[in-house]
């Protein structure tokens, strides 16, 4: 039994709790991929650098906050310059509205076109990303670093396996709760929430009953910019910051909205945990779990991996694959919100 | 191309660009640019193919370029036969598990319906994949232990590395053919992102298989193609010595002259080639009918026209020529690098290329490919030149001042993003207007 | 002169002119049909009044006012609810958010509003909380309908309301649109059924190549023999 319980705690401590911060951030950055594909209907290459954006502001200011000696005792400061990145990540993305994507609009362009304009934009942003506070990992989480220490929880429980529960990802959840939230109540119970889903279904419809497109275009992008900003530091703080990350990140969350319906936030949310713990889950080393699991005889040799952490996009990709062949449309109805 | 005054004039132009940095800096510098420039046309020449004439957007070129560095190398490279002794034999009976299972796969979808089909398939995939790991895994830990520090891995086929070139194209090729069998048929935006995940995988595997590539250790030392000859041969032979004398230059610099224009003339050579077939196919029946899908795919589907067909051909060619490029940069460096591969600088900067040289057009594809690639190159010292006057009046202290002087390199990434959204707004067509 | 008039109008899309002084019209409480072979340019009359297209010669009145230079959102500010022939509803949202974004414009409160269209098609009061999308056609017809009455035109313009329900649906349809009539909303329609639109119109007009062939009253074109043997089949 007990050893029944030391594998339980070691999938939980390795898979599932890493698993589901992960989810949390991809969810994140899956619902802005997915609301601009809902609203202005093209995948937008550049969210990731968006989300790096963001990120970056944020931790200028968490430096301006710990330098005169503010913080929140055991939370990261970070999440008090939250709102410096966010505001930072909307400006930018307006002005990028205005100057770029503005125009295609008005000429009614294919959506191929803008996604090209959204490669020119993210080739924008890189650089302004490096010039700004250069290409290095940068580490900005500070407060406590454990809810729960692995040393604690055994003590707790006696168990040979310690479950840590990391302040990041404790932060991770309930933001990601706290926003999602917020989003899906804005969008089903709000009158400018309901007027975007509606944009979204059925644009001359739209048009029709007096929703203003340019409007719904605006709110569209900053809830894009709150979303890739919250993504992109729970992100840093639970790994690092470092800008090229933020480019790779860009396939898990592509797929993360195509698997689960692109343009359907529910299926964004459902997509991110789906690929986040495929990832963890394939490239997990089971050894030390089946050895809990089965007699000491029958204990593998090797890692039990079914492949190694270097090729997590491949799991992403995958899944992607099959999705597109089994049901293009995804997990969720798509191209909605 | 029409032989207007304008086009001529900016080939002109880009010319005078070689000779001015020949003269003010160095010639040895003008030919490295120009040899990044001929093959950066052939990557920008395929992706054309696939953008300018079909409206298919690769956003992997990276992969295709990569696959082609890693066939030229492989070919290229001597075959390791304690590796091969250890570890050949499981290599080739997995490979043969995988055919078989591929097969079975390929059966069973034809053969069921429904969900046998996908339960069929699901058993076989699991079920070979641990089959296959069970003999694979020792066959590679075995090839990656001999001799780990020196070689690692399997080694290549010790052929002359033009067919390397060849092969890399066939590999890009058959690559572009599995992503296009999946992608193309859906939205146009799943193509994008389907070619986005295969080059980031195609890199991981070449990172990450040691014994096929070395991984991150690098494979130095391919050789070079017949018709390009060793510095130290040069420096040695007493006719170029007295050629050196009599130009009055130094011997070292003569010859890392000569090496950097036989390379030219090889690449020019595989670029007018592949500019001559590419014009040819544009003007055929064929190339009439690719920019008719192009411009409405609804009418060219409803006149019979097979267009995923013709998509998935049209992929697969400009794959090939980004392939055929992989392999001459890989040539051209000597070395194959993993980690250099960058989506920045082998996707999007390709991109740049095609939209700024003229998309539809294949000279302004060649154009784009040589004018972003100069710039891309002497970016570099522009910005530097460029934060060094801004900076000038700041203190030598400053820290403001060595933060920008520390970043102007990361100036080009910026001034490619705002070239490309500039012409794509204000000349969508290009320097070199499609006809 | 009518309550809205489109008269004399001459345009089309870009191209060649497919309207060539065409004139259709309705008052208050009325319904008027527009009705004739395919490619007539009935939808396109219609879409002209609605002001989805240019029109170069002649001009749209409604109450007096000239509202030509109007945009079709301006149009439906000044009291005109148009609903198109295909994806007229937000199909993934419920019925009752389809009403909701109806009234988008309205700053006041629509629940009355509301009411009564869901006295008008009792169906829709059952089916509130369902997606649209998941609703039979007739009953996406009357959500179509009711996001239009939403806005409380005065003008409502319908563009083949019947196409694809069943006939049995289709006189549920034309009931209610009577009753609507019946509150005082002035109703334009598009109608391929022809001799059932021309049943309930106060006003018919056939229209060939973009030009008024026929103008009368429903019954009146009913009976005349020309119109039967040409337009409605004998």
């Given amino acids: ?337 | 191309m029409t032989f207007n005054l304008r086009n001529i004039s900016l080939f002109a132009i880009m010319g005078l660009l070689f000779i001015a940095v020949g003269i003010f800096n160095s010639w040895s510098t003008s030919l490295f640019i120009l040899n990044f420039c001929l093959i950066s046309a052939v990557m920008s020449l395929g992706v054309n193919i696939q953008w300018g004439y079909a409206g298919l957007l690769n956003v992997g070129i990276m992969g295709f370029v990569a696959l082609g560095g890693m066939a030229a190398t492989l070919v290229s490279i001597p075959p390791v036969y304690g590796a091969i002794d250890a570890g050949g034999s499981g290599i080739l009976f997995s490979a043969f598990l995988t055919a078989i299972a591929i097969a079975a796969i390929y059966y069973a979808y034809n053969k069921l319906k429904g969900g046998t089909r996908k339960l069929v398939i699901t058993a076989i995939s699991i079920l070979s994949f641990f089959v296959i790991r069970h003999y694979l895994d020792p066959a590679v830990d075995a090839i990656e232990s001999y001799d780990s520090a020196g070689t690692g891995n399997l080694g290549g086929l010790n052929m002359p590395i033009l067919f390397g070139w060849v092969l890399g194209g066939i590999l890009a090729a058959g690559a572009a053919w599995l992503v296009g069998k999946i992608s193309l048929g859906l939205r146009s935006d799943y193509l994008a992102i389907a070619t986005l995940g295969i080059s980031e995988i195609i890199i991981a595997v070449l990172k990450n298989e040691d014994w096929l590539t070395r991984g991150v250790k690098n494979v130095n030392g391919l050789p070079r193609p017949f018709s390009v000859p060793y510095e130290v041969n040069i420096q040695k032979s007493t006719y170029w010595m007295d050629l050196a004398n009599s130009w009055g230059m130094s011997i070292v610099d003569l010859s890392s002259i000569m090496v950097k224009l036989s390379y030219a003339a090889l690449f020019a050579i595989v670029l007018l080639i592949i500019l001559y077939l590419s014009e040819k196919a544009l003007a055929s029946p064929w190339g009439r009918m690719m920019r008719a899908i192009r411009d409405n795919e609804t009418a060219a589907e409803a006149m019979g026209k097979n267009v995923t067909g013709r998509h998935l051909q049209v992929f697969i060619l400009g794959s090939a020529v980004v392939g055929i490029a992989g392999a001459m940069l890989t040539t051209l460096d000597g070395l194959f690098t993993p980690t250099a591969y960058q989506p920045l600088r082998y996707t999007f900067l390709i991109w740049v290329m095609v939209i700024v040289g003229g998309s539809g057009n294949n000279w302004g594809a060649v154009l784009g490919g040589f004018v972003v690639g100069f710039f891309w190159i002497e970016a570099e010292p522009i910005g530097l030149w460029f934060m060094d006057v801004i900076t000038s009046g700041m203190a030598e202290d400053s820290d403001l001042r060595s933060h920008l002087l520390k970043s102007a390199a990361h100036m080009r990434l910026m001034m490619m993003g705002v070239i490309l959204l500039l012409v794509l707004r204000f000349t969508p067509k290009g320097l070199i207007p499609e006809k | 002169m009518s309550f809205l008039i489109g008269e004399n109008m001459t345009g089309g899309y870009g191209g060649a002119d497919i309207l060539h002084d065409c004139t259709i019209g309705v008052e208050k409480g009325e319904i008027a049909v527009v009705v004739g072979p395919n490619g007539a340019g009935k939808s396109t009359a219609m879409k002209a009044v609605f002001g989805m297209l240019n029109i170069h010669t002649g001009r749209v009145m409604m109450d007096g006012e000239d509202i030509t230079s109007l945009s079709p959102q301006a149009r439906v500010q000044k009291g005109m609810g148009f609903v198109p022939q295909t994806s007229n509803v937000f199909a993934t949202m419920s019925v009752e958010e389809n009403l909701e974004m109806g009234a988008f414009i309205r700053e006041d409160d629509i629940k009355d509003t509301m009411e009564q269209v869901f006295e008008l098609f009792p169906i829709l009061k059952e089916k509130r909380k369902q997606p649209a999308g998941e609703l039979s056609g007739g009953q996406r017809q009357q959500v179509a309908v009711g996001r239009a009455l939403m806005t409380q035109p005065k003008v409502l313009m319908l563009d083949e309301p019947t196409a694809g329900v069943s006939p049995i649906v289709m006189d549920e349809l034309f009931d209610r649109i009577i009753e609507i009539a019946k509150t005082g909303i002035a109703i334009l329609m598009v109608e391929q059924n022809a001799k059932q639109a021309l049943n309930i119109a106060d006003k018919g007009y056939v229209l060939v190549q973009g030009k008024n062939r026929y103008t009368d009253t429903g019954e009146a074109l009913m009976a005349d023999p020309e119109v039967r043997k040409a337009f409605l089949g004998g």
């Fill in chain 1, 1 to 337: 039994m007990t050893d029944f319980l030391n594998a339980i705690v070691l999938l939980l401590n390795f898979l599932v709790i890493p698993g589901i911060a992960y989810g949390c951030q991809l969810a994140l950055g899956a619902l802005g991929v997915t609301l601009i594909y809902g609203i202005l209907r093209f995948s937008n290459f550049a969210h990731g650098e968006t989300m790096a954006f963001g990120t970056m502001f944020t931790i200028l200011a968490t430096w301006f906050l710990q330098s005169n000696g503010i913080s929140l005792g055991p939370i990261p400061t970070a999440l008090l310059a939250m709102p410096i990145g966010i505001l930072a990540a909307i400006l930018l993305v307006l002005g990028t509205d205005k100057l770029v994507y503005k125009f295609y609009r008005k000429q009614k362009s294919k959506p191929v076109i803008y996604l090209i304009a959204s490669l020119g934009v993210m080739f924008f942003y890189n650089g302004l990303i490096r010039f700004i506070i250069g290409p290095d990992d940068r580490i900005f989480t500070d407060g406590s670093r454990f809810i729960i220490t692995a040393r604690e929880f055994k003590e707790m429980t006696g168990l040979d396996q310690g479950m840590a529960f990391k302040m990041t990802q404790g932060i991770t959840i309930v933001v990601t709760i706290i926003c999602v939230a917020a989003l899906f109540w804005f969008l089903n119970r709000t009158r400018t929430g309901k007027s975007m889903r509606a944009y979204s279904d059925n644009e001359d419809l739209a048009l029709l009953s007096g929703i203003n497109p340019d409007r719904v275009v605006m709110i569209a992008w900053v809830l894009t910019a709150v979303l890739a900003t919250v993504a992109g530091t729970l992100y840093g703080l639970d790994k690092s910051f470092k800008p090229f990350t933020y480019l790779q990140i860009l396939l898990p969350i592509f797929a993360a909205a195509i698997v689960g319906g692109i343009g359907n936030p529910v299926g964004a949310i459902l997509g991110g945990f789906f690929i986040a713990l495929s990832e963890v889950a394939v490239t997990f080393a089971y050894k030390q779990v089946i050895g809990y699991l089965v007699p000491e005889s029958w204990a593998p040799e090797g890692l039990v991996q079914l492949l190694s952490t270097d090729y997590k996009f491949a799991v992403s990709f995958t899944i992607l694959v099959i999705v597109l062949l089994v049901k293009p449309t995804g997990l969720m109805k798509g191209q909605s919100i």
